[in-house]
């Protein structure tokens, strides 16, 4: 995730300081991923550094604020017209962990395979408990979240999709001419 | 909390000899008032033989099932007729609308056929078209409907009344995510308000509405995720 134009983004909207600017970014996420005050600290440093953010004086409480220089709002333009990048895939460690699972000898693969889906549809459960308890008030910090929440929801629906189509596979190749170690797994997989 | 529904060690054996198909084999199952139960699991896993069968549609080849603490295999077919018609509310896979009635009329079938009069079974019916949010199209057959109107109007006719265990077979198949979406908040808050339900789906969004998903493979409940109610903890059902 990129602290550095979330909190750039933040102050597009007016100067805040940093403990305010950490509350802003969580009440629009949730809490989803939180954000330690030392981090706001050290990337509004690094981002003076680079010219995107000067100082913009206290405000009555003796907060120091921040705002954006002319490149900083720059900075912002290109972020939000810019697509995040898809040309590395992003380390998967239950891809990785189920490609091991199906070559390595010996391990349980219908069992790791249910248990995984069993925890994802858990906290498929609860974002969904969440989202029901959400949006009520029609806020626009509650719109932001609940756009969250759908994120959340489709990632775990699409993790739960792709470890049925596993098994699916795994079940198929069990019944076909298989390598030795991948018809032990997918052999597994339908006892 | 009551159970509303109880299966205890149910078995269905579809034919006999070599062309036997064992489509449950030892399922336990309970849903009480007030909980949303979903049940996931490939095609042929046997779920529409878990719901018909709970349904008192279909019955086990050995096992017992209760509704509402009455043993359904024991009952004479008038008496499960009665019990389907007035307890229960059923979503079939291919929705079953009757095609010589209009949506209202199909709805208000159930009511009328329980000796409700059909001036106030016709209003109970126009409720729950509201409620699916087609009241529009009370007086259309259902061959002039698409596959998501039908689909709402089956489950306006599952819920129309008190009933007191609600049975849906891929009740969101026909209908996009949004309307997917109201039907599950429709069902939960039936649940919500003192039924039992369960729920057969293939789409874990949904079965996320559910307090419980019981997972079927081959006829066996493999697992299952989400709370356990403390009576289940209290049960020691688990040998
Ligand atoms: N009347 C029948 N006669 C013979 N076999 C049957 C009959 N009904 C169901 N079966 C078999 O029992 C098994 C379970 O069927 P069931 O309809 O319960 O599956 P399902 O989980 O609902 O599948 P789907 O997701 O495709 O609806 C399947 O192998 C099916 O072929
Ligand atoms: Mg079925």
Redesign the pocket.
Known sequence: MSVKHALLSLLEQEPMYGYQLRQEFESRTGGTWPLNVGQVYTTLTRLERDGLVEAAGEDEDGHERWRLTESGHEEVATWFTTPVARTQPPRDELAIKLALAVTVPGVDVGTLIQRQRSASMTALQDYTRLKRQAGASGEASDLAWGLVLDSLVFAAEAEIRWLDHCEARLRRAATQEVPATAAAAAEQVTR | MSAVLRLVDVHRV??EGEAA?R?LRGVSFTAHAGELVAVM??????????LTISGGLDQPTEGRVEVEGVDVVGLSQQQRARMRRTSIGYVF?GFNLVPALTAVENVALPRELDGVRSGQARRDAMRALEEVGIPELADRFPDDMSGGQQQRVAIARAVVGERRLILA??PTGALDTETGEEILRLLRARCDAGAAGVL?T?EARHAAWADRVVF?RD?VVVDESGSAPVEDLLQASHP
């Open positions: 579809h034919g198909v489509a699991g490939p095609s042929g896993s046997g779920k529409s033989t878990l896979q077979d891929e057969v293939h079927l006829g």
